[in-house]
């Protein structure tokens, strides 16, 4: 099975951001997370950077939100040429609605999941997605340990999308590194988001393969 890697620009280097994602040009998928200091306590993109970012990247924009109020917004980011916007069940009133909405824009649509939100009462609207999140550490900093006792979810959710032929992509988000993906992987998972494994330390192209290599042969 192709894995993807998503790496995380909230462990680049913000004063470069060009450059930055220049250096995970073998990834899938830039993944940007966009906080509002309310959802989460961190404060970091809006909706001009994303443009820019989406003019100069050499991938795919995979938006993240962890934003209060997302019917309000998260069409401006597909307006602003973000491949995927994925926002937070915890913070949708209608996320039905907003899913047909992106879908209309012509972006992908994503659900997102905190550690502590079930995904059973939202299992209808595992039909209609192109992505679904599971976060693997709370929400709102990077650098975070991957939390194991979110694999049984991560069960529950491949379960469900195996058993109704359903073929969105399974993302996890947080502690990514070459120890944890294999684990998550053998649990169904296929779309990795990758910070500080990617950017923390040496070239992050060859961290990118070292991720890959890891999701087909354990620990490299």
């Known amino acids: 099975m192709h894995i993807r890697i998503h790496p995380s620009i909230l462990s680049a280097d913000f004063v470069n951001l060009e450059s930055e994602v220049g250096r995970i040009a073998t990834a899938d998928a ?35 939100l962890m934003i209060e109020r997302a ?39 994503g659900l997102a999941f905190k550690p502590g939100t079930p995904i059973e009462p939202y299992l209808d609207l595992l039909h209609t997605v192109d992505m679904v999140l599971l976060m693997t550490v709370e929400p709102g900093a990077g650098g975070q340990a991957f939390m ?15 058993e109704h032929h359903l073929t969105p992509l399974v993302q996890v988000d947080g502690g990514i590194t070459a120890g944890t993906l294999p684990t998550a992987f053998a649990h169904g998972a296929n779309t990795f988001v990758a910070g500080s494994s990617v950017y ?13 290599i890891a999701a087909t042969k354990g620990h490299p």
């Open 30 to 64: 830039v993944h940007v997370d966009v906080m509002d200091n309310h959802f989460v306590p961190a404060l970091t993109f809006g909706p001009q950077m994303v443009k820019r970012l989406a003019e100069v990247s050499p991938i795919p924009l995979d938006v993240h």
């Open 148 to 162: 194991p006792e979110m694999l049984p979810k991560l069960d529950t959710l491949v379960s469900y999308l195996q």
């Open 71 to 109: 019917e309000e917004s998260a069409c401006v980011y597909a307006d602003m040429g973000a491949q995927s916007v994925t926002f937070h069940v915890e913070a949708a009133t209608d996320p039905a609605a907003l899913v047909e909405a992106l879908h209309d824009r012509g972006a992908q649509a």
């Open 200 to 212: 923390g330390h040496g070239d992050p192209e060859t961290n990118i393969h070292t991720l890959r």
